[in-house]
């Protein structure tokens, strides 16, 4: 069974880090680009971040760029997302992505962002 299990949420004040983490199983983890996408509360899906099979190319939505971190470790099958200066606008459920076909995705993880 594919299976992708988010981790690492919670609360930060404003400014504060996180580091998520996404477990994965089920399929060949290091032939597959990866994504992370977020959901804010009465809000559509965003996409925030990609990263390819070989880790040899890392993407970021505007919105992220210069604060978010992607990156994968393809012999431990996890995908990863370091979070700084993080801001309040960045509350919202994280989840990781798989680019297959049908897309899979986690069942996310809460991140809030408050003083």
């Known amino acids: 069974e594919v299976q992708l299990v988010e981790s690492g949420g919670g609360l930060v004040q404003p400014g504060g880090s996180l580091r998520l983490s996404c477990a994965a199983s089920?399929?060949?983890?290091?032939?597959?680009?990866m994504n992370w996408v977020r959901q804010a509360p009465g809000k559509g899906p965003e996409w925030v971040s990609a990263?390819?099979?070989?880790?040899?190319?890392?993407y970021y939505a505007d919105s992220v760029k210069g604060r978010f971190t992607i990156s994968r470790d393809n012999a431990k099958n996890t995908l990863y997302l370091q979070m700084d200066s993080l801001k309040p606008e960045d509350t919202a459920v994280y989840y990781c992505?798989?680019?297959?076909?049908?897309?899979?995705w986690g069942r996310g993880t809460q991140v809030t962002v408050s003083s």
């Open positions: 992505a798989c680019a297959m076909e049908p897309p899979v």
């Open positions: 990263i390819n099979s070989l880790n040899s190319g890392t």
């Open positions: 089920g399929f060949t983890f290091g032939s597959y680009a």
